[in-house]
């Protein structure tokens, strides 16, 4: 299990893209070419969301310094962060994003340590001697004096498969009165049903990471690869943007916005059921 953690974090950590730098600026400041490389890492797309580094990347800003979440630094990196290509995004909803963000009297940061991100990693599990497609989420949590990734929620279809809950006329039930005859009647769920999952609490909901774990054990299920990484952000108050990797040529590359949602009421539990429930 700490092996799969690790060599996932290996990956998240390292990966590595070509120089570059995105166009759009919410304050429409103009890139000056100072930003001589793309956001090669996800700590570096924290720092430049929050200014703590210089322009070109050679220096770290910390508190006491001058610079340090210099809000006209703030607005320029905003406006290099953002998937210009292929992103749907508009430009107006980028501004309302950064006003917020960069508000005088509340701004708003990241915080690497802070819940309120996660990753989503696709990868290639062999199952049953056949290639599968496996989406693991990964949270950071606190480990001894520091943090580590840990795998909080797996998405896999053939198990998906296992559990199909019945309902209505064709949901098996055990009678109120089971408990008079010593809940012999249990006979139907074990025996003569193929759906056990009917005879469950409303709230039952399977849990997939066990089952996941439990075939790796048994040989069932073997890591072959990792195919991609996204990360999911919900730390910007009534705001959710996801990012992801751009390895391209020209300006607007690396790790980038590619989609902003303004957050009304009940969205994020719906979106959080989205990416958690996909195919």
């Known amino acids: ?85 292929t992103s749907s995004v508009s430009n107006d909803l980028k501004s309302e994003f950064a006003k917020e963000v960069l508000s005088q009297g509340l701004p708003q940061y990241l915080n690497f340590h802070k819940e309120g991100w996660f990753s989503e990693v696709n990868a290639i599990f062999n199952y049953k001697g056949k290639q599968e497609n496996v989406t693991l989420f990964l949270k950071l949590q606190p480990e001894g004096l520091g943090y580590e990734w840990v795998i909080d929620k797996v998405n896999f279809a053939p198990f998906k ?49 066990t089952i996941f774990l439990y075939e790796m054990k048994k040989g069932s299920l073997k890591f072959e690869t990792i195919k991609n990484v996204k990360f999911h952000f919900f730390q910007i108050n009534n705001w959710y943007f996801e990012l992801n990797q751009f390895n391209r040529p020209g300006n607007n590359t690396g790790w980038l916005i590619s989609n902003l949602v303004r957050l009304k009421p009940g969205d994020k539990n719906a979106i959080l059921k989205y990416i958690y429930d996909q195919k």
């Open 1 to 85: 299990m700490r092996k799969i953690i690790l060599v996932l974090l290996t990956i998240i950590t390292s990966l590595q893209l070509v120089p570059g730098q995105g166009l759009y600026s919410p304050g429409q400041p103009k890139d000056d070419g100072r930003f001589a490389a793309s956001t090669k890492q996800v700590n570096q797309f924290f720092r430049r969301f929050n200014a703590e580094e210089s322009v070109d990347g050679s220096k770290r800003f910390y508190e006491g310094d001058p610079l340090y979440r210099d809000r006209q630094l703030r607005s320029q990196f905003l406006g290099i962060l953002f998937d210009n290509q």
């Open 161 to 209: 498969d296992i559990f199909n809950k019945p309902e209505g006329n064709d949901k098996g039930f055990l009678h109120p009165l089971s408990h008079e005859l010593g809940f012999m009647n249990l006979r139907r769920a074990f025996q003569d049903s193929n759906t056990p999952e009917a005879y469950t609490a409303k709230e039952y909901e399977p849990d997939y990471l």
